[in-house]
């Protein structure tokens, strides 16, 4: 496995976490559109950014244990589907699809731990 491999294989599951996190965390600027008042729009607002609190709890738990992110974005993607419907497929590919992606790479990650973090040892003379 060379070095670009493993750098990739390790850090591409947690940048595309963050960019995740970014990207639904922008479906709560809907809050603003509406005419409420400030504490209905600030209660609003921490209701829609509750599932990017958790894609990030589930990434800083993964960050070190990648078998819990491999089985919580996946896990995750499962549920959004169920609560969605199988009628929404577009839906169901946005947002659970790089869930699913996710997860699998750090299961992949975890499955290729030792590899990834294995350091160079000095040679003994």
């Known amino acids: 496995m060379n070095k670009t491999y493993k750098t990739?294989?390790?850090?591409?599951?947690r940048i595309l976490?963050?960019?995740f996190a970014g990207f639904i965390s922008m479906?709560?600027?809907?809050v603003f559109t509406g005419h409420h008042g400030f504490m209905q729009t600030m209660t609003g607002l921490i209701m829609?950014?509750?599932p990017t609190l958790l894609i990030i709890v589930v990434l800083i738990l993964?960050?070190?244990?990648?078998?819990?992110g491999g089985i919580a974005y996946i896990g995750i993607g499962i549920y959004y589907i169920i609560m969605v419907g199988f009628g929404r497929?577009?839906?169901i590919m946005l947002i659970s699809g790089p869930l699913f992606l996710i997860g699998i790479l750090f299961l992949i990650s975890w499955f290729n731990h030792d590899k990834l973090r294995m350091r160079s040892k000095p040679e003994q003379v």
């Open 8 to 13: 990739l294989l390790l850090w591409l599951p």
């Open 17 to 19: 976490s963050i960019l």
């Open 27 to 30: 479906f709560a600027f809907d």
């Open 48 to 50: 829609h950014l509750i």
């Open 62 to 68: 993964s960050w070190k244990w990648e078998w819990i």
């Open 89 to 91: 497929f577009s839906w």
